[in-house]
């Protein structure tokens, strides 16, 4: 099972940082997923305006193309200003709706204050929900203060809190082997 870590940003550490300590859990979780991470800030970004996919560079091409063949994802994304950063919600924009359909999807975000665990709610989750992820109910929203000044994660409620999102992410993606992408909504008639 292919996993995607995406690391929703091109700027700042702290994201990459909680990506890292979230594959070191995955990967104890079930070492049979094969994880790997997407950085937004190694691709060369167009803004997504509607043309057709083949009209973009191969880099973005690439990113779809990675987001496509995954089983499943963690979403990973600063807070800036009250909200998900652009270049994420781009990526977002350039996949089909059935990309992520009925795949599991973790989040985990960080931000300057801890009333931005909202946009969770009020961004990234409404998203996730249009590509009828399955979206897993324990994500973790970290602070400034959980980390040291190499960007270390040290507040031991995190570790347990991002402990128990791979624990559940890796029941989600079992769950998710037997549920088909197929549509059944379409009135084929």
Do not use: W
Not at 108 to 132: C, M, S, W
Not at 141 to 167: C, P, Q
């Amino acid at each position: 099972m292919k996993i995607l870590l995406v690391d929703g940003t091109i700027l700042g550490r702290k994201t990459g940082a909680v990506l890292e300590q979230v594959k070191v859990y995955l990967e104890r979780a079930n070492p049979e997923m094969e994880l790997s991470i997407l950085s937004m800030s190694e691709y060369e970004h167009q803004f997504v305006d509607g043309r057709p996919n083949a009209e973009y560079n191969d880099s973005m091409r690439e990113m779809v193309r990675r987001f496509e063949e995954a089983d499943g994802y963690i979403i990973a994304s600063p807070i800036f200003q009250g909200s998900i950063p652009g270049v994420l919600k781009n990526a977002f924009d350039m996949l089909h709706p059935r990309t992520m359909r009925y795949k599991p999807v973790s989040i985990v975000a960080n931000g300057g204050t801890y009333q931005h665990h909202l946009v969770i709610e009020n961004q990234l989750k409404p998203i996730l929900d249009y590509f009828r992820c399955l979206v897993t109910p324990n994500y973790v929203y970290t602070h400034t203060s959980h980390f040291d000044d190499t960007n270390a994660i040290i507040n031991d409620d995190v570790h347990d809190r991002l402990r128990e999102l791979a624990r559940v992410f890796a029941q989600y993606a079992e769950m998710s082997t037997h549920l088909s992408k197929d549509t059944i909504d379409i009135d084929d008639h």
